[in-house]
């Protein structure tokens, strides 16, 4: 069973930085693509960035200089560190799995996600 936990969400400033991170167990995250979500209240979810099974990172066009995706296959962990944080990054944050080593944006192609991590910027 896959079971997703994420952690590192917290309430910053702008301009301040926050290192998200989500630990697996069930699933083997050198093989799959991996990605990180959020959801802002009356938003839906968008992707934020994703890593592939070969490692190619893609991001959205608004956090692309500013986040960084990235895995530790040893540890199975996925992290998302984030720098010069703005209120608009204000949203839920869900670690996802996929069962295929490419994928799209869409949530459709994880079938596992974490409970999710909030993270607050203030202005």
């Known amino acids: 069973q896959v079971h997703l936990v994420e952690s590192g969400g917290d309430s910053v400033q702008a301009g301040g930085s926050l290192r998200l991170s989500c630990v697996a167990s069930?699933?083997?995250?050198?093989?799959?693509?991996m990605g990180w979500f959020r959801q802002a209240p009356g938003k839906e979810r968008e992707e934020v960035a994703r890593?592939?099974?070969?490692?190619?990172?893609r991001y959205v066009d608004s956090v692309k200089g500013r986040f960084t995706i990235s895995k530790d296959n040893a540890k199975n962990t996925l992290s998302l560190q984030m720098n010069s944080l703005k209120p608009e990054d204000t949203a839920m944050y869900y670690c996802a799995a996929s069962t295929w080593p490419y994928c799209s944006g869409s949530p459709s192609d994880f079938p596992y996600w974490g409970q999710g991590t909030q993270v607050t910027v203030s202005s």
């Open positions: 069930g699933v083997t995250y050198r093989r799959y693509c």
């Open positions: 890593i592939d099974g070969d490692g190619a990172t």
